[in-house]
């Protein structure tokens, strides 16, 4: 499943960017919906948006991780194996993405204990300007810095915000990119929760 509207593509930066970036924004494109790139991508994340185009993780094991969250604890996706999880990468500057998160936060109140278990993925440059719009949000679930490594285990990460929905085994199973109507992502997530986890 893939839904979604307007995407935040990076933002513009002064810096030359790379001939990997050239290459994507004028070779690559035609490969990918138009509105992935409305400007080259940010230079840092090349190679995040140099990966693989289409949903190549739905219905396959989500890639494990390990970062440190913004309290400085490790996050590790494996440690949320038996819940359902969703992974939601963002960004201080991506418009969409803070207005989903207080519904992700809403979320986490309201079915955390049927086994919900949000996180997220800030793409900021630094950890900064994350935890300042956390801190201003009050969010209540794990958030960590992400970088070029896990963009590229996730398919690319082309523009923001993105989503995914992992089930109690740690499969991915549903991926939302742009702004989405949250009913069609809560109708799924609700879904996922009503599901056990598969006897072993």
Known sequence: MQAGGSVAPWPRTGRRAPLCALFVAFIAAPLVPPFAYAGVPHPRRV???????????????????????????????????????????????????????????????????????VIGISMDDDAAPARRLV????????????????????????????????????VARARFQGETDMKVIENRLKTLLAQRRAQK
């Open 47 to 117: 190679i995040a948006c140099a990966a693989r185009v289409g949903n190549p993780l739905l219905n396959k094991p989500a890639p494990d991780f390990a970062l440190v969250d913004l309290n400085g604890q490790t996050l590790r996706l494996a440690a949320y194996r038996g819940k359902v999880v969703l992974l939601n990468f963002w960004a201080t500057w991506c418009a969409p993405c803070q207005v989903e998160m207080p519904v992700f936060a809403a979320w986490q109140r309201q079915h955390g204990p049927q086994g919900l278990q």
């Open 135 to 170: 801190e201003r949000l009050k969010l209540n679930y794990p958030v960590a810095v992400g970088d070029e490594r896990i963009g590229v285990r996730y398919g690319g990460v082309l523009g923001l915000p993105l989503t995914f929905l992992i089930d109690r085994d740690g």
